[in-house]
C-alpha cells in the first residue's frame, strides 16, 4: 500500500478531465481488479464438467431427499432424482430455502444492492471512497463505461424485492465528490443484486455484517448427516469457500486428495460462455462486477 498525494492522485485517478478534487487530502493505492461475473461462472463450471461434474442449467432443486434423518440426495422439476452421499447447499441468497427442503434453519439476511452503470469511462482504476462501510463507496472502470456501488437494504425474499430508483440518486450524491465528472454523467442502465448474508449473531444493521463466508455441517449443527451448507461470502472468496467445501466433503467421502484449484488455470472463458448459452449475457467490456 502507497500513500499518494493529490497532485498524484489526480495523475492516476479520474482522468484529467474530471477537474481538480479540492477535497482531497490523501490517497492511498492499493493492488486492485474487475472480473467479468458471467465468464468467470461459465470457465468455472467448464472446468468442474472437465472434472467429472454434470452442469444442470436452467434447472431448480424443489426437493432435499431425507431417509432415516440422513440427506441422500435431491430431487429436480420434473420429478428427477439425484442420489448423493453429501448434498451441498450452496444456493447463495436462496441458501435459506434450500436448507428448509431438507428440514434445517438457516437464517439468511438477503440485501438488495443497486449497481448503476454510467456510459463513459470516468476513470482508468478503481475508486474507493476511504471511510466506514457505507452506500456509495465506489467506481469501477469497465471498459468503455463505468459502474457505480453500491446500497445496502435488507430484504425478505431474494425472489420477490421492490426497487427504489432513490438508490441511484443516492450513489450519485455520495461519488461525486470523489468523481466530478458524474455531475455531468447519463445513467446507461441499473441493476439491483441481492447479498446472501449470514451473520450467526445478527444485530443491527446489514452494512456491519461480516462478508466471509461460513461452512456449516448439518451432521454437527443439526443432526442432519449428508448435508452441507455454505453461506455467506462474496465473489472475491468464491474460490476459499469451494476449497473449505469441497476439503469437508473429502473428509466425510473418505478421500485423500490436496484441492488443485488455486494452481489450476480456469478454461477458456468464451468457450465456456459459449457452451452454456451465456453468450448474450455480455455486452462487449461493460459487463462487469465488483462486490
Known amino acids: 500500500?502507497?500513500?499518494?498525494?493529490?497532485?498524484?492522485?489526480?495523475?492516476?485517478?479520474?482522468?484529467?478531465r474530471t477537474g481538480t478534487l479540492p477535497d482531497t487530502e490523501a490517497a492511498l493505492a492499493v493492488p486492485d481488479a474487475t472480473v467479468d461475473p458471467v465468464r468467470l461462472v461459465a470457465a468455472t463450471a467448464l472446468a468442474a464438467e472437465r472434472a467429472g461434474a454434470e452442469i444442470r442449467t436452467g434447472t431448480a432443486v424443489t426437493d432435499v431427499l431425507v431417509e432415516d434423518g440422513r440427506a441422500v440426495g435431491v430431487e429436480l422439476d420434473g420429478g428427477e432424482r439425484i442420489g448423493a452421499e453429501v448434498v451441498v447447499n450452496a444456493a447463495g441468497?436462496?441458501?435459506?430455502?434450500?436448507?428448509?427442503?431438507?428440514?434445517?434453519?438457516?437464517?439468511?439476511?438477503?440485501?438488495?444492492?443497486?449497481?448503476?452503470?454510467?456510459?463513459?469511462?470516468?476513470?482508468?482504476?478503481?475508486?474507493?471512497?476511504?471511510?466506514p462501510k457505507s452506500s456509495g463507496d465506489i467506481v469501477v472502470p469497465c471498459g468503455d463505461a463505468c459502474i457505480l456501488g453500491t446500497t445496502d437494504v435488507e430484504v425478505d425474499d431474494?425472489?420477490?424485492?421492490?426497487?427504489?430508483?432513490?438508490?441511484?440518486?443516492?450513489?450519485?450524491?455520495?461519488?461525486?465528490?470523489?468523481?466530478?465528472a458524474l455531475a455531468d454523467a447519463a445513467v446507461d442502465h441499473t441493476y439491483w443484486g441481492v447479498r446472501p448474508l449470514y451473520e450467526p449473531d445478527a444485530d443491527g444493521d446489514s452494512v456491519g455484517f461480516s462478508r466471509t463466508f461460513s461452512?456449516?455441517?448439518?451432521?454437527?449443527?443439526?443432526d442432519r448427516p449428508g448435508f452441507v451448507s455454505v453461506v455467506g461470502g462474496k465473489l472475491t472468496t468464491h474460490r476459499a469457500m469451494a476449497e473449505a467445501a469441497a476439503d469437508l466433503v473429502c473428509d466425510r467421502l473418505g478421500v485423500a486428495a490436496d484441492c488443485v484449484t488455486a494452481d489450476e488455470p480456469l478454461p477458456d472463458a468464451d468457450e465456456a460462455t459459449?457452451?452454456?448459452?451465456?453468450?448474450?449475457?455480455l455486452t462487449g467490456t461493460r459487463r462487469a462486477s465488483r462486490r
Not at 461452512?215 to 443439526?222: G, S, Y
Not at 459459449?274 to 449475457?281: E, F, I, N, T
Open 1 to 16: 500500500m502507497r500513500h499518494r498525494n493529490r497532485t498524484a492522485d489526480r495523475r492516476r485517478g479520474p482522468r484529467a
Open 93 to 131: 441468497a436462496w441458501g435459506e430455502q434450500v436448507a428448509a427442503l431438507a428440514g434445517v434453519p438457516l437464517d439468511m439476511t438477503p440485501s438488495r444492492g443497486a449497481m448503476t452503470v454510467v456510459g463513459d469511462a470516468l476513470v482508468s482504476g478503481v475508486v474507493n471512497r476511504c471511510r
Open 158 to 180: 431474494p425472489d420477490d424485492f421492490a426497487v427504489d430508483d432513490r438508490e441511484v440518486a443516492l450513489l450519485f450524491e455520495e461519488l461525486t465528490p470523489a468523481v466530478p
Open 215 to 222: 461452512l456449516l455441517d448439518h451432521a454437527e449443527r443439526d
Open 274 to 281: 459459449a457452451r452454456y448459452g451465456l453468450s448474450d449475457l
